[in-house]
Protein backbone atom coordinates (compact mmCIF):
# COMPACT_ATOMS: atom_id res chain seq x y z
CA UNK A 1 0.00 0.00 0.00
CA UNK A 2 3.02 2.66 1.02
CA UNK A 3 4.13 1.88 -2.24
CA UNK A 4 1.55 2.56 -4.06
CA UNK A 5 0.79 5.87 -2.59
CA UNK A 6 4.30 6.58 -3.39
CA UNK A 7 3.76 5.60 -7.20
CA UNK A 8 0.70 7.73 -7.60
CA UNK A 9 1.87 11.14 -5.22
CA UNK A 10 5.16 10.40 -8.61
CA UNK A 11 2.48 10.41 -11.16
CA UNK A 12 0.71 13.16 -10.09
CA UNK A 13 4.01 15.43 -9.81
CA UNK A 14 5.04 14.35 -13.21
CA UNK A 15 1.34 14.75 -14.69
CA UNK A 16 1.34 18.73 -12.91
CA UNK A 17 4.94 19.24 -13.86
CA UNK A 18 3.98 18.61 -17.47
CA UNK A 19 1.47 20.88 -17.91
CA UNK A 20 3.87 23.50 -16.50
CA UNK A 21 0.40 25.64 -14.79
CA UNK A 22 1.36 27.73 -12.28
CA UNK A 23 -0.30 27.13 -9.26
CA UNK A 24 -1.27 31.15 -8.44
CA UNK A 25 -1.34 34.28 -10.25
CA UNK A 26 1.46 35.86 -7.78
CA UNK A 27 3.61 32.89 -8.73
CA UNK A 28 3.09 33.32 -12.51
CA UNK A 29 3.67 36.88 -12.76
CA UNK A 30 7.23 36.29 -10.72
CA UNK A 31 8.47 34.16 -12.94
CA UNK A 32 7.27 36.11 -15.62
CA UNK A 33 9.03 38.97 -14.36
CA UNK A 34 11.72 36.28 -13.71
CA UNK A 35 12.39 34.73 -17.17
CA UNK A 36 10.99 37.66 -19.37
CA UNK A 37 7.96 35.66 -20.78
CA UNK A 38 4.56 36.43 -21.37
CA UNK A 39 1.97 35.34 -19.36
CA UNK A 40 -1.14 33.50 -20.93
CA UNK A 41 -4.33 33.51 -18.65
CA UNK A 42 -6.73 31.25 -19.99
CA UNK A 43 -10.35 31.83 -18.48
CA UNK A 44 -12.46 28.61 -18.02
CA UNK A 45 -15.31 27.23 -17.22
CA UNK A 46 -14.00 23.74 -17.56
CA UNK A 47 -16.91 21.74 -16.67
CA UNK A 48 -19.48 23.36 -18.43
CA UNK A 49 -18.01 25.53 -21.56
CA UNK A 50 -17.87 23.64 -24.41
CA UNK A 51 -15.65 25.77 -25.77
CA UNK A 52 -13.22 25.75 -23.25
CA UNK A 53 -13.22 21.96 -22.65
CA UNK A 54 -12.45 21.61 -26.62
CA UNK A 55 -9.30 24.17 -26.26
CA UNK A 56 -8.24 22.44 -23.33
CA UNK A 57 -8.02 19.05 -24.79
CA UNK A 58 -7.08 20.25 -28.45
CA UNK A 59 -4.78 22.73 -27.33
CA UNK A 60 -3.38 23.14 -23.89
CA UNK A 61 -3.32 19.13 -23.57
CA UNK A 62 -1.54 18.65 -26.92
CA UNK A 63 2.59 17.52 -26.83
CA UNK A 64 3.15 20.47 -29.25
CA UNK A 65 1.84 23.29 -27.27
CA UNK A 66 3.03 21.88 -23.68
CA UNK A 67 7.03 21.50 -24.81
CA UNK A 68 6.48 25.21 -26.86
CA UNK A 69 4.79 26.76 -23.92
CA UNK A 70 7.65 25.45 -21.66
CA UNK A 71 10.51 27.53 -23.83
CA UNK A 72 7.99 30.37 -24.75
CA UNK A 73 5.14 31.33 -21.99
CA UNK A 74 4.50 31.55 -18.78
CA UNK A 75 0.70 29.67 -17.78
CA UNK A 76 -2.07 30.41 -15.87
CA UNK A 77 -5.78 29.27 -16.11
CA UNK A 78 -8.59 30.76 -14.05
CA UNK A 79 -10.79 28.83 -13.87
CA UNK A 80 -14.50 28.88 -13.17
CA UNK A 81 -15.79 25.41 -12.64
CA UNK A 82 -19.87 25.04 -11.90
CA UNK A 83 -20.07 21.56 -10.33
CA UNK A 84 -19.45 21.00 -6.77
CA UNK A 85 -17.35 17.81 -7.29
CA UNK A 86 -15.33 20.30 -9.05
CA UNK A 87 -15.03 23.26 -6.74
CA UNK A 88 -12.06 24.92 -6.00
CA UNK A 89 -10.47 26.77 -2.92
CA UNK A 90 -11.88 29.52 -1.22
CA UNK A 91 -8.34 31.70 -1.80
CA UNK A 92 -8.23 30.37 -5.51
CA UNK A 93 -12.00 30.96 -5.97
CA UNK A 94 -11.19 34.92 -4.60
CA UNK A 95 -7.79 35.25 -6.67
CA UNK A 96 -9.78 34.30 -10.23
CA UNK A 97 -12.31 36.78 -9.52
CA UNK A 98 -10.44 39.49 -8.94
CA UNK A 99 -8.38 38.45 -12.13
CA UNK A 100 -11.69 38.41 -13.89
CA UNK A 101 -12.94 41.66 -12.70
CA UNK A 102 -9.55 43.32 -13.89
CA UNK A 103 -9.26 41.14 -17.11
CA UNK A 104 -12.25 39.60 -18.11
CA UNK A 105 -15.11 41.97 -17.00
CA UNK A 106 -17.31 41.09 -19.73
CA UNK A 107 -17.19 37.44 -18.47
CA UNK A 108 -16.45 35.57 -21.60
CA UNK A 109 -15.23 32.17 -21.83
CA UNK A 110 -12.99 30.85 -22.86
CA UNK A 111 -10.94 34.43 -23.01
CA UNK A 112 -7.12 34.06 -23.51
CA UNK A 113 -5.31 37.05 -22.03
CA UNK A 114 -1.57 37.33 -23.27
CA UNK A 115 0.02 39.59 -20.77
CA UNK A 116 3.79 41.03 -19.91
CA UNK A 117 5.35 40.82 -16.62
CA UNK A 118 3.96 44.40 -16.01
CA UNK A 119 0.37 42.93 -16.43
CA UNK A 120 -0.22 44.72 -19.98
CA UNK A 121 -2.93 43.39 -21.74
CA UNK A 122 -0.62 42.44 -25.00
CA UNK A 123 -3.49 40.60 -26.70
CA UNK A 124 -6.58 38.84 -26.19
CA UNK A 125 -8.06 35.94 -27.89
CA UNK A 126 -10.67 32.67 -27.65
CA UNK A 127 -11.22 29.74 -29.27
CA UNK A 128 -10.15 28.96 -32.43
CA UNK A 129 -10.52 26.04 -34.72
CA UNK A 130 -6.75 24.22 -35.69
CA UNK A 131 -3.58 22.70 -35.14
CA UNK A 132 -1.93 23.80 -32.05
CA UNK A 133 1.01 25.01 -34.39
CA UNK A 134 -1.63 27.52 -35.65
CA UNK A 135 -2.90 28.05 -32.26
CA UNK A 136 0.92 28.62 -31.19
CA UNK A 137 0.98 31.14 -34.05
CA UNK A 138 -1.63 32.96 -33.30
CA UNK A 139 -1.17 33.35 -30.05
CA UNK A 140 2.48 34.39 -30.78
CA UNK A 141 1.15 37.43 -33.50
CA UNK A 142 -0.77 38.50 -30.32
CA UNK A 143 2.52 39.12 -28.63
CA UNK A 144 4.55 41.16 -31.30
Known amino acids: M ?6 LCYFIS ?11 FDEALSNAKR ?6 LIFSGSDWCG ?14 FQNYAREHYILYKADFP ?7 EESKIRENKTLAE ?3 PKGYF ?5 LNKNQ ?8 KKGSPANYIAHLNSLIK
Not at 2 to 7: D, G, S, T
Open 2 to 7: KYLVVF
Open 14 to 24: LYAYGQDWNGS
Open 51 to 64: PCISLDKRIWQSKE
Open 35 to 40: SNKPIV
Open 102 to 104: KFN
Open 110 to 114: PLVVI
Open 82 to 88: RKKSNAL
Open 120 to 127: NVLGTTGF
